[in-house]
Structures are given as structure tokens and as C-alpha cells.
């Protein structure tokens, strides 16, 4: 039974616009966008949009330019992710000076996010902001780059089950950022010494704290050094590299 055209006929119609060209969620505008990761994928307008990713910032949609569809990105939609007031806005005054943008390393690749942090009177500093928001920052100080915990039990896994060093993993990231392009990902991670050093010992620190809950007898391949792509963890150097952390990490 030969199905080749009806697969091809199928995959087609998945570039296609819809019949109609209203949105499918409000009903009474113009379809813009979909999204690669909502299910089902909808034909949806720009506000709708916004809208559903409030709860979703990292998935990544398309906009139709009236040929095709091409990629798009919800920062240029405005989205702003908003914290400490369960993703509402902060009441307090001038809170929108607290907007800052922020680099947000996240396993289906690097994303630029507009973050606009808590000012109320009793708010934490911003880096202890992204962490309860599950969002590890790069530096303590003037945190611009972020890693969610996702991506870090990513590596986790990646480093345990197949071997993954960290170097291949940030290339995976950012192929899957810019599968065309892997080179413009605008990222610096690695690009000194020191910065590796960092960015390397930031997911050990979250490998090291998942590995104490190993009760199974294995000895853990961080722990036993075994990983040769990881170095053994250093606490002094560890001090010295957290609270040195240069600002090439940042935004440029
Ligand atoms: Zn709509
Ligand atoms: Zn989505
Ligand atoms: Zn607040």
C-alpha cells in the first residue's frame, strides 16, 4: 500500500493557512499567529495570542506573512512576563521602571524575555525573584541571564545517560534556537575561559543537589569524577566564581 501521497498531501495542508481567515479563539480578527507547541494548533490573532502565552513564554509560534508562515517571537509581541503577583502586574509605583530584559536559557533554546520584577516594599532582590520562579540566574548581582530549572535537569540527564558534555549541550541549544543560524544565537556563554568555568559550574551545582537524593547505591559519576567534561566541584572556587561572575554573561 503505497501512502506516500497522502502524507505528502498531509504535511502540505500543515503549511497551509485555515479556510477561513478570522481568529479561531476571539473570533472577530484576523488570524496572525499559530504555535508550534499549543495543542491543537490554532490560527489566532495577535492580542489572543498574547494572551494564551501569558502561562507559556517559551513556546515558539509563527506568523503568517500572506505567502507562508515564518518564524516569530513573542518578545516582539510585547509579551512581558511579570513576577511576584502570580504573573499580574506589580501595584506598586513606578514598577514599570523595574522592566529589564533577560536572557532565559529554557530546553527548547534561548529566549529573550522582557521581566518585570516586584518592587513592592518587602520584595526580594531580583536574583531570589527568578529563583522562586524557578528561573536560576547567572549572576547575584544585576541578573541578566537565567537558567530554568527544566533545562538544568535537562543537562542533568543528557550528562548522566548519554555522556552529553556541556559544550555539546549549549550547541544543541542553540541549533535548536537557530537550526540555520546556530552562529547568530545571541549568546556568550562560552565565550571566555571564565564564562565556561561559570556556566559549567551553575549546572553542576544543580547535578551535585540532585545527586544527594540518589538512594539506590549508585555512586554518582559527578561526584566520583568519572565525568570528564565536568571538573570536580571546588567550594572555594566556587565562592570566588559566583560572586566574580564577569559581565559578559549580560545582555550585549
Ligand atoms: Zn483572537
Ligand atoms: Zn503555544
Ligand atoms: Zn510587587
Known sequence: MDLRGDYLAAALELEAPPATVGCE???HSFFEYRCQDCFPCAFICRSCCLKNHRNQPFHKIEKWNGKCF???DLLSL????HLGHQGNICPAPNSE???AALRIIHPSGVHIRHVQYCECKDAPNRAVQLFRHRLFPATFEKPETAFTFSVLDHFYIDAMECKTSASSFFTKL???????FPQDVPVSLFSSNANAKLSILILRIEAETSCESLDNGVTCRLESGLDGDIPPMDPQATETLLFSAPPALSLE
Open 25 to 27: 479563539s476571539c473570533k
Open 70 to 72: 515564518i518564524p516569530a
Open 78 to 81: 510585547g509579551l512581558v512576563l
Open 97 to 99: 521602571k523595574a522592566r
Open 174 to 180: 542553540k541549533r535548536l534556537t537557530s537550526n540555520a
